[in-house]
């Protein structure tokens, strides 16, 4: 099995950065991509940022240019750089991966962490 483990969340003031970690542990042979969802209240769950195995990364047009995704193998951890929050990133972040557990690939969720915006 694998586990998910994210840290990182809080209250923050508009304007201002948080940083998201997300790492994974157990059986683990291989991570291929990994990624933070966000959910608001009363909202679909919505995908923030992904990133590959190979470092490509894609954004939700909401975050470009103020979020950063970035991952550590050697750590199994992704993290998410959130900068000049807005209220309107008030949610629950979720981090999920594709890992590979013996030879089949598994999707896994962590537990979320909440971020608030807000002054």
């Known amino acids: 099995q694998v586990q998910l483990v994210e840290s990182g969340g809080g209250l923050v003031q508009p304007g201002g950065s948080l940083r998201l970690s997300c790492a994974a542990s157990g059986s683990i042979f291989r991570i291929d991509a990994m990624a933070w969802y966000r959910q608001a209240p009363e909202k679909e769950r919505e995908l923030v940022a992904r990133?590959?195995?190979?470092?490509?990364?894609n954004y939700a047009d909401s975050v470009k240019d103020r979020f950063t995704i970035s991952r550590d193998d050697a750590k199994n951890t992704v993290y998410l750089q959130m900068n000049s929050v807005k209220p309107e990133d008030t949610a629950v972040y979720y981090c999920?991966?594709?890992?590979?557990?013996?030879?089949?690939?598994?999707?896994?969720w962590g537990q979320g962490t909440q971020v608030t915006v807000s002054s």
């Open positions: 990133i590959t195995s190979g470092g490509s990364t």
């Open positions: 999920h991966a594709e890992a590979w557990v013996r030879y089949k690939q598994y999707d896994y």
